[in-house]
């Protein structure tokens, strides 16, 4: 069972920076993609941001294209999502994910979850 554990939520103000972090458990962490989904409150869960397993290829959703970062340490198990430019849309809880993928239709689907960590941007 692989185990994902997500850190560096919290509340931030409007234009600030929050960066979260992702430990997993597995050791083939290395070879595999990651991601990261988020769910505000009354909506669905949305893809954020992917990275395939050496950090050669990554995806962002429209809504946080030049100001949100992904990337990985393969070393260390880790996956990062750096957040600049805060704004009160981004609050939500924030998943990490093992094994995002695209299933069509707009879906995005992942094998593991993290348990979430919550973000508060105030206006």
């Known amino acids: 069972q692989v185990q994902l554990v997500e850190t560096g939520g919290g509340l931030v103000q409007a234009g600030g920076s929050l960066r979260l972090s992702c430990t997993a458990s597995?050791?083939?962490?290395?070879?595999?993609?990651m991601g990261w989904f988020r769910q505000a409150p009354g909506k669905e869960r949305d893809i954020v941001a992917t990275?395939?397993?050496?950090?050669?290829?990554?995806y962002y959703a429209d809504s946080v294209k030049g100001r949100f970062t992904i990337s990985r340490d393969n070393a260390k198990n880790t996956v990062y999502l750096q957040m600049n430019s805060l704004k009160p849309e981004d609050t939500a809880v924030y998943y990490c994910?093992?094994?995002?993928?695209?299933?069509?239709?707009?879906?995005?689907?992942?094998?593991?979850w993290g348990q979430g960590t919550q973000v508060i941007v105030s206006s």
């Open positions: 597995e050791r083939a962490f290395s070879s595999t993609p």
């Open positions: 994910t093992e094994g995002p993928r695209n299933v069509g239709g707009g879906r995005w689907e992942a094998d593991y």
């Open positions: 990275i395939a397993w050496n950090g050669g290829l990554t």
